[in-house]
Structures are given as C-alpha cells and as structure tokens.
C-alpha cells in the first residue's frame, strides 16, 4: 500500500463536484486501499477521493473505536466503510453543533451544524448497492465526506464566523474553560 499525497485548500478540485465511479476494477481497489492507509496515516476518520487529487464520488469512514463500560477503548472496534456514489436519502430534523477538521484544511476547527441521524444510499466498493442509517458521530463523518464529494467544505457550513479556530487557539479555549 501507498500512503498518498492529501491536498489543500486552495487545490481547485476541493471545490468541484465530483464524477461517478463507473470502473470496480483492479485499480480503484488499490486506491481504495491506499486511501485508507492515507487516511489512518494522517490520524483522519474520514477521506473523500478529491483530498488526494481524484474527481470520484467515493470515500472512506472509519468510525472512533467503542468503548466498554469503564470507558476502555475496546481493541479492533472501529467500523470502516468504503462509500461510493453516495446519496444522502434522508435527514432527521434533529440537528446538533459539533467541532470538525479537515485533513485539507489542517490546523484548524470550526463548530458546524449536522443532522443527528442520516441514510445513505450508495454503492459498495464492489459496486454492489447498499443502504446505511446512521446516527451520531458516524453520521456527521459521512456528511462532512459527502460534502467534500459536491465540492463543499466545512468551512462554508459554520454556526458562526467567529466559531472557526486555529487548533491552538481552540485547545487554549477549552483549557481555559475546565
């Protein structure tokens, strides 16, 4: 596996809408798997196809890891999803804040608005066609994905202008408020 080059703002690709994938074969496996390795190797949850340079609509989730009742992280626990041409299908009317970066965006997080619960209709990384409903956390990582897929960035989706941080400046925020 290849760890591949993540591109940044202001890399026009990241603020065009995507094309659909077409071809399952023997090569978009591979970038597959190298976009996972690209994206645990930046420490990311999440990676669109455009942040490493490629006009796809697909992406890959890997979810935090589940915690057992005393609050351990639970070894292999973490749920990786390989999406492609997905469509967000529904939204609850729930909606919640949450901080969010950017592997395109590096050294910065901003406060944005998400629906608590999605569906998703897309493909898997075989072709095959698949349904997901999710909640939470899993469900804000996949809007932020999808988003990247439109050519849309978490940036244009802030609560406020002023909820938009450098990492230290939020990390010094949050200290002070302990």
């Not at 609509?57 to 890891?65: H, S």
């Not at 949450?98 to 901003?110: D, M, R, V």
């Not at 849309?152 to 939020?170: M, P, Q």
Request: charged share 30%; aromatic share 6%.
């Amino acid at each position: 596996m290849t760890t591949l080059e993540i591109v940044t703002l202001p890399a026009p690709i990241l603020r065009q809408k995507t094309r659909p994938v077409t071809d399952f074969g023997t090569e978009f496996q591979e970038l597959i798997e190298n976009m996972i390795e690209t994206m645990r190797s930046a420490n990311g949850v999440g990676l669109a196809a455009p942040q490493i340079g490629r006009s796809l609509r697909m992406a890959v989730v890997e979810d935090l890891p589940k915690e057992d009742e005393e609050g351990n992280e639970i070894p292999d626990s973490r749920d990786l999803y390989v999406i492609v041409n997905p469509e967000i299908v529904w939204k609850s009317r729930e909606v919640v804040d949450g901080i969010e970066g950017c592997l395109s965006i590096p050294g910065y997080l901003g406060e944005v608005e998400r629906a608590e619960a999605i569906r998703v209709r897309g493909q898997d990384r075989h072709g095959k066609k698949i349904r997901l409903r999710l909640k939470g956390w899993t469900a804000r990582i996949f809007q932020h994905e999808i988003d990247h897929l439109n050519g849309v960035l978490y940036i244009d989706k802030l609560t406020a202008e002023e909820n938009f941080w450098t990492e230290e400046a939020f990390q010094a925020q949050f200290e002070e408020e302990e």
